[in-house]
Each structure stands twice: as structure tokens, then as C-alpha cells.
């Protein structure tokens, strides 16, 4: 498969700023460039080791010492942020006083409660369309269980999501070892499962209940003479508005699995899972081929699972560690921004309910209480 035949050819060049290119900010890079008619035409990466890794992927982009230098840049089209986590509300404050432009902006969208409020005056007057990227909803397994649960299940009323994992990889200045940056693990990595949970769901949370901690990552480390406090496992009760309840299980000392991610919706008829495997750059090669991605129907009557795989293209696969994800979610951001469709498919609100459920799960973790979502969400 070529690239050339990744993405529908336009005749007008999309040309993107980039905010931040550590390793996340690559993976968009390589996914940016499988798209027919886009560019990078300027990055902003204060970290030496990251512009020249960005480099080999946008070896035309202007480099830019600062967020107003990227803005200076005639040509750009749309914005990338995909800095650290706790920088994101103050460079989209940034930007819509300087230069509003469409934006697809890094999960998760903060990382304190108090960041709410200022999403909330953000999103009432922006006038560009903004993007989160909860790249989850993409994988092709995913995506698939999402597009056939309610047939599948006949009204999704037990969903579970468990994820087995490696632990947190290091990040430039090692910022995401630490709550006060990330938001704490079940906002920086539950983000895109509690997207999903409401998504799956069509409900909003109304209380959460969770335990966990730090097991076994991180324990030996310190920076500056401080030991991470990152949590690296729980388990977090949501239930929703509708009445239906559904459950994660988190395990970052787990990589030895054969699936990272198993999804499983259950209904009265029938129930539906998906199983994604990690990174394939993880995958032991004594072990021969990465797994397959699957999705399983199994219906009550007549009984009898289906299993489906749900290969991924290898070019695709290749350009990040996310099952192929980030490629098909710039390709709903890229019609976005050539006014093919009208809103984003992951809004700002959603970004925001993400998060509060992230928080409410830390919160309830550390207190050792059941947390209500009005206690946080205000009137999201």
C-alpha cells in the first residue's frame, strides 16, 4: 500500500504548526505525513534532542523558538499541541489571543480541576474548531465494537475495559512521572477510556468509585530528589446517568500480555469484545508475528462465538504505537480543517468529561470515598 493511497489527494496543501515533538509529537508527524497534500511548516520544540528527531520527519519545517513565532507563520493552516499535558490550557489561551486557527490538541486537555472553568470560557469563544485527540476511538478494533455494540449486545449494559501494559516510557524532563504535571495516571493514561465509556454508553457519569496505587513502577527512581507518586494500577467504578455502570482495570507492570486493551460490552442479547495488542516494536521477535487485532461476537441464542481479526495496514501500524489510530484520526481532523465536515468529532466537552472522570477516579482513590461528578464537573 502506498502512501498515495492512504488519503483521498486534494488539490490545496494543508500546512500544520506542530507545539511540541517529543515522542508523542513524532508519532503525529509520521502519521501527517501518509496524508496526499499536507506539510509541516513549522515546529516549536524547546528540547535540542526532539528538533532533531522531529527533523527526520518535517526536514522542510521552519524550527521557531516560541508559540508567537509559529503564529508569525504566513502559511500555516492548523495547529498540532502536543506538548506536556499540564501546558495545553495556557497555549490554547495563547493562541486564541494571538491567531485562532483550527486545532487538534493532545489528550488530556488539563490536568486540575481548576483548569474547568477556563475551558469553559474557552470553548464559548474560540471561533475555530478544536479537536481532542483521543486517538482510542480509532483503532480499527475499537472502532468496529463502537459501530456494531448495540446490535451486537441489544443495549450495552455491563461494559469493561482492561488494560495490561508496560510502564510509562521517559519523557523529555520527565514530567510524566509526577501528578502535579500529569493529572495523575488516570487522567494522563484513563483519559481515552472514560472518552470511550461515555461514548459506548451515550450517558454521562454521575459517580465514580476507585482503588489503586503504586505497586511496582518507578519506586527506585528519583528526580531531583524526588520519587515519582505516579499510580501504575486500580480499578474505577462508573456509573452513569442511564443506570448502566461500567468498570476499568489498569496494569502498567503487565507488558508481558498478549493484548494490551480487551473491551467487553454486554446486553441482553449478546455481548462484544475487542482485543488489541501493544506496540509492535514491543513484541518479542522470538515470538514471531505481533498478534492480530480481534473483534468477538457472541450471542446468547443461538451461542456461539465469532471471531473476527481486524488487521491493521503495516504502513499504518508502523507510523505509531497506537494500532494505527493516530493515522485515522488526522484523517477525520484533515476533513475538519478542508470544511468537509462541520464540528469535530471529539469536542471540547468531551475532552473536558474525560478528564473529570480521570480526576473523580484519583480523588476517590486517594480519599477512599465514592467522588460525584457534581462535585467537579460544575454545570458540564
Not at 82 to 100: C, D, K, Y
Not at 217 to 241: K, Q, R, S
Request: proline residues 7%; aromatic residues 8%.
Amino acid at each position: 500500500m502506498t502512501t498515495q493511497t492512504l488519503a483521498r489527494s486534494e488539490t490545496r496543501t494543508i500546512t500544520y504548526g506542530i507545539i511540541g515533538c517529543g515522542m508523542m509529537g513524532q508519532e503525529h508527524l509520521r502519521n501527517i505525513a501518509l496524508l496526499d497534500n499536507t506539510a509541516v511548516g513549522a515546529i516549536f520544540e524547546p528540547d535540542a534532542e526532539m528538533r532533531a528527531h522531529a527533523r527526520q520527519f518535517a526536514p522542510n519545517a521552519q524550527f521557531v523558538d516560541s508559540i508567537e513565532a509559529l503564529l508569525d507563520v504566513a502559511e500555516i493552516d492548523c495547529l498540532l499541541i502536543a506538548s506536556p499535558n499540564f501546558r495545553h490550557v495556557e497555549q490554547l489561551q495563547q493562541i486564541a489571543g494571538t491567531r485562532p486557527l483550527p486545532v487538534l490538541v493532545e489528550k488530556p486537555l488539563f490536568t486540575d480541576p481548576d483548569h474547568a472553568a477556563a475551558i469553559d470560557a474557552f470553548a464559548e469563544s474560540y471561533p475555530a474548531p478544536v479537536w481532542v485527540a483521543m486517538e482510542y476511538r480509532y483503532m480499527p478494533p475499537v472502532a468496529k465494537l463502537l459501530e456494531e455494540a448495540e446490535a451486537a449486545t441489544g443495549g450495552v449494559k455491563m461494559l469493561t475495559i482492561r488494560e495490561h501494559r508496560f510502564p510509562f516510557l521517559e519523557k523529555v524532563g520527565d514530567w510524566n512521572r509526577f501528578n502535579r504535571y500529569t493529572g495523575g495516571t488516570f487522567v494522563e493514561k484513563c483519559c481515552h477510556f472514560f472518552d470511550l465509556m461515555r461514548l459506548t454508553l451515550k450517558s454521562d457519569p454521575v459517580r465514580v468509585m476507585a482503588m489503586g496505587g503504586q505497586a511496582a513502577n518507578h519506586l527506585e527512581e528519583t528526580y531531583a530528589g524526588e520519587t515519582p507518586d505516579i499510580f501504575d494500577h486500580g480499578y474505577v467504578m462508573v456509573e452513569f446517568e442511564s443506570g448502566v455502570r461500567a468498570m476499568l482495570e489498569l496494569c502498567m507492570f503487565a507488558e508481558g500480555s498478549r493484548y494490551q486493551e480487551e473491551i467487553s460490552a454486554v446486553g441482553p442479547t449478546g455481548k462484544i469484545e475487542a482485543l488489541v495488542p501493544g506496540p509492535g516494536r514491543f513484541w518479542p521477535a522470538h515470538l514471531g508475528a505481533a498478534p492480530v487485532p480481534q473483534v468477538i461476537v457472541s450471542p446468547r441464542e443461538p451461542k456461539g462465538p465469532e471471531v473476527r481479526e481486524i488487521p491493521v495496514d503495516p504502513t499504518i501500524l508502523e507510523a505509531g504505537d497506537h494500532n494505527g489510530s493516530t493515522f485515522y484520526q488526522h484523517r477525520g481532523f484533515l476533513e475538519l480543517v478542508r470544511g468537509e465536515r462541520e464540528v469535530p468529532e471529539v469536542s471540547l466537552l468531551d475532552g473536558k468529561w474525560a478528564v473529570l472522570m480521570g480526576l473523580a477516579a484519583q480523588r476517590s482513590m486517594t480519599e477512599g470515598r465514592a467522588v460525584d461528578l457534581r462535585e467537579l464537573a460544575g454545570d458540564a
